[in-house]
């Protein structure tokens, strides 16, 4: 098992009183309202989209004062900056061994041509041919879930339905084992809020994050050595297949593939079947006009992702001075890209903060970014959340909330962690 090194563990090793002048330097300029410090600081239990909306107020592009770093809000400006070819990922430095940290090692956080190159090898399984294919494996998956929980007097839709399907589902189409074991592998659901938090870093989750960057190592570099296992023509077995010749594609990108398809693949998806499921617990009305009618949950399903995106924002750096949107921007500055309040401008769509279905423009949100690092998974979510809330709502149509639900503690992942219900 690939443990962490020590180098690699150096920038976990700040002290406390760092973290604290940090924290209290970030904590005095939220005070003064300087929009970076308040984006980092803000309570994750909090909706952000009041937050979003007054920066969105001082411009299409805001400039920090604390560095060289621009937010934006808006619709148009977020658009074109995904799409604009003088911007890109930070990449991190290159790393070709030890501890493989999928988030910022996958072609996620790669540019051209590494980006393509690698994007390419996992594509043909998420064409839309290739996960109409899978419909009716998903529901018997889904199926398989409800029973073992329709017994149950009161369960958590998040824990006990959304993580067990969206990490079965990944397996599945990836070829990655899952058996009995969904636990251990929904456990490092919770590495992907850490890695993306917007908050400030602290040594403890910085020691946790790694832990679960070992362990997802662990479990991947068994699945790759008991490939025989591996279905054949699946992801997994093909990915192995190519790595065989290491100029193709290494033992690290191998796992950053395979690492990156898990851990983005599910906890996104599991903050879309709650989003949808909380609606549909307060609308009953709503519920049963979707169960009874594919077109209308198909609606809900855009609406929320617009209304209230999984993932609230990505960052781009400015690789060569360019105008995107009629803004000037200097090579080296970072962009903060709001996709949760670039889905809320007003300019794009009416009446942004009502949940309304059936907009003209349904399509128009940002929720799965754009351009070349658009999410590879977009469907595959769709997909899931469609088949797996209409067989459960068809099975437990009754379905009411059963307590008080709780945010995952990130800001960049907007998702609840716990939803309990009762039949
Ligand atoms: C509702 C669920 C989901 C949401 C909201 C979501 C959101 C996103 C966003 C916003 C990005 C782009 C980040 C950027 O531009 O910097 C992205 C990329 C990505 N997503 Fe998703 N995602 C979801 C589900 C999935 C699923 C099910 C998979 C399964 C494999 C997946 C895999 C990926 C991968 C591999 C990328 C990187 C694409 C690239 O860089 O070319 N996502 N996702």
Redesign the pocket.
Known sequence: MANPSAEELSHSARTQWELFQIRMFYQLAAFRKEPLAELIVRRPQRAPYPLYERIRSQGELVHSTLGPVAISASHGFVAQA?RAPELG?AEPPARRSGLVRPIED???MRNRPD?PRL?RLVTPW?TAKALQQRRESLLKLAHQRIDELAGQPSFDVVQDYAVPL?VRV?CELTGLPVGEDWRRLAALGDILPLSTTAGLPSTRNQRRLDAGWANLNAYLDTAIAQKSQAPEGSLLASLVERSQDPEQLGRHDLLATLG??LI???E??V??IGHVTARFLDQPDLRRAAVADRSVLTEVLEET?RYE???QF??RRVNQDCEVAGHRLQAGVELFLL?GGANRDPQVFENPNAFQLFRANSKAHL???A????????G??RL??EVGLQALFERLPELRRAGRARWQPTQNIRAYRRLPVRG
Request: aromatic share 12%.
């Open positions: 995904l990922v996958s072609f996620l980006h994007r998420f969206a990944i990156v398809l983005a693949g599910f996104t998806s903050g879309l992702l995106p999984p993932v990505t960052a996709l929720a799965f970014s351009g070349e690092h658009y999410c590879i998974g977009a595959l979510a899931e959340t």
